[in-house]
């Protein structure tokens, strides 16, 4: 199924809110073509291509920061094999900041 997968362009829209939004331009809602097949492939490519402050606060390696909570489809992604879920036409994906000053 993955090797099928390779080299197509899946639709998805990334979110980003609670301040992560402020990482890519102040822009909260991108909607994009991707040929990542799954969520360690789309953060990699988030990062080098949407993130424009400090990539270094979004990503750790070729995850999120703790402190980022990722929602696939409004489910908490801990829920969907995480960095192994596999990506699919329509997928929304939220990055919500849980980080804030005080």
Known sequence: ?????IGKMVA???H????????????KVHK???TAVNMKELIVWVRDNIIIERKDLFCQGESVRP???VLINDTDWELLDELAYTLAPGDTINFISTLHGG
Do not use: K, P, R, T
Not at 1 to 5: N, P, S
Not at 16 to 27: H, M, Y
């Open 1 to 5: 199924l993955i090797e099928a997968q």
């Open 12 to 14: 998805v829209e990334i």
């Open 16 to 27: 980003f809110s609670g301040g992560a939004e402020l990482l890519a331009g102040n822009v």
């Open 32 to 34: 994009v073509d991707v």
């Open 67 to 69: 402190g980022i909570l």
